[in-house]
């Protein structure tokens, strides 16, 4: 099985951070991107150690457009972005999170809907 990235695509939709994994040791917040099908990618930025890569921190909570390539990773479907490609995301508009609070994808928490109001990323 091939696990490399295997297409470019763009894709639309609401980008925020969301409990994904639960009960697994990666149980974590990921940024994700939820589609207006309501699919779910976990979104990734190439060479990036971080869960939440500082590059993505401006358009959560962001209506927005990604061009990347997507592939499976153990199981689950997610975007790889570049960061050093500006064009790779951009905000569409502002779109509250309350449109979007059902959501089909294993192993994932539908109530949460990224509230970044715990987290301080100078957003004001």
């Known amino acids: 099985m091939n696990d490399s990235p295997t297409y470019k695509e763009n894709y639309k939709g609401f980008l925020s951070l969301r409990l994904l994994y639960v009960g697994s040791k990666s149980e974590s917040e990921y ?54 490609n500006l064009d790779s995301i951009q905000i569409i508009e502002f779109k509250s999170c309350n449109e979007k609070t059902e959501v089909k994808f294993e192993n994932t928490d539908p109530k949460r809907c990224g509230d970044l109001n715990k987290q301080d990323h100078g957003n004001g």
């Open 31 to 84: 940024p994700s991107l939820l589609d207006d099908q309501d699919n779910l990618f976990r979104i990734h930025v190439t060479g990036s150690k971080q869960k939440v890569d500082p590059f993505l921190i401006p358009y959560l909570n962001q209506y927005v457009q990604i061009y990347g390539k997507s592939d499976k990773l153990r199981g689950h479907t997610r975007i790889v972005i570049d960061s050093l």
